[in-house]
C-alpha cells in the first residue's frame, strides 16, 4: 500500500493564482482531512471530511475549498491564492470514527509559497 | 490561550538520558494522539490513547483524564530520537483534532 500520498511536493504560486492540492489514500478510510503547519503555531484544520460526498470546515477554512467524489481522494482547492497562504500543507486520514477511536495516518506534505 | 499546552519547547538531552514531555489540555478529549514529526517533514503517529498508559519499545505515552495532562516518556533516548513531538487532543463529540505546538528534542551524542 502507497498510504497517504500528496502532490506536488513544492509548490511556487503568484498571488491571485490558483491550484490544487491533491491527496489520495489506499486503505479504504472514511475519515479524511487537511491540515496547514505554519512556523510557531501547531498544526490547523483546513477542512475535513467523514466519507465520500460529505465534507465540513475546520478551524481555518477561507480561501479553500474541497469535495470528496470517491473515498479515496480528497483535493484541496486554493481559489485565488494570497501570501498568507504559505505554509506546508499536510493530508491525512484514518477508518471510521476518525481520531475519536483510530490513529491518523499523514501524507508527506506540501510546500507551498506565495509571492 | 491554545486549549493543548505542550511543554518544554525545547529540550536538548545526551544519550542515554530518561526523556519525559508534558501535555495539557484544557477541554473534554475523546482521544489524545502523540505524533513524530522528522527533520524531514513526514508526521507519524505514535500513541493513541483514552486512558491509561501504553508502551511501544522505548517510547511510554501516559494519560490522566482527571488532571487533563498526559506524558511522552523515551527511555535509554538516542540521536535518531531527535524530532519534533506533537501533542493532539480529539475534543468529546467531534473528530476534530486539536494540536499543540510541539516540542523539538534534540539528543546528542
Known amino acids: 500500500n502507497a498510504g497517504v500520498t500528496q502532490t506536488p511536493k513544492f509548490q511556487v504560486l503568484k498571488t491571485g493564482q490558483s491550484m490544487t492540492l491533491q491527496c489520495a489514500q489506499d486503505?479504504?478510510?472514511?475519515?479524511m482531512s487537511w491540515y496547514r503547519q505554519d512556523p510557531g503555531m501547531g498544526l490547523r484544520l483546513i477542512h475535513y471530511?467523514?466519507?465520500?460526498?460529505?465534507?465540513d470546515q475546520g478551524e481555518v477554512p477561507n480561501g479553500y475549498n474541497v469535495s470528496r467524489s470517491t473515498t479515496e481522494d480528497f483535493p484541496l482547492r486554493l481559489l485565488s491564492a494570497a501570501p498568507s497562504q504559505t505554509s506546508v500543507y499536510f493530508c491525512?486520514?484514518?477508518?471510521?470514527?476518525?481520531?475519536?477511536?483510530?490513529?491518523?495516518?499523514f501524507g508527506p506534505g506540501t510546500r507551498l509559497t506565495v509571492l | 490561550k491554545n486549549e493543548v499546552e505542550q511543554s518544554p519547547q525545547n529540550l536538548t538531552a545526551q544519550e542515554g538520558e530518561f526523556i519525559t514531555i508534558n501535555c495539557s489540555y484544557s477541554?473534554?478529549?475523546?482521544?489524545l494522539h502523540w505524533l513524530q514529526q522528522h527533520p524531514g517533514g513526514g508526521i507519524v503517529s505514535l500513541f493513541m490513547?483514552?486512558?491509561g498508559k501504553k508502551k511501544h519499545g522505548r517510547l511510554i505515552a501516559t494519560i490522566n483524564i482527571q488532571e487533563k495532562h498526559s506524558s511522552l516518556h523515551i527511555t535509554a533516548s538516542h540521536p535518531r530520537d531527535s524530532a519534533v513531538y506533537i501533542c493532539?487532543?480529539?475534543?468529546?463529540?467531534?473528530?476534530?483534532?486539536?494540536f499543540g505546538k510541539g516540542t523539538k528534542l534534540t539528543v546528542n551524542p
Open positions: 491525512a486520514s484514518s477508518p471510521r470514527g476518525g481520531s475519536s477511536y483510530n490513529e491518523q495516518f
Open positions: 486503505m479504504n478510510h472514511e475519515y
Open positions: 471530511s467523514v466519507g465520500a460526498g460529505i465534507t
Open positions: 477541554v473534554g478529549i475523546s482521544a
Open positions: 490513547l483514552s486512558s
Open positions: 493532539a487532543a480529539t475534543q468529546g463529540g467531534s473528530e476534530k483534532l486539536v
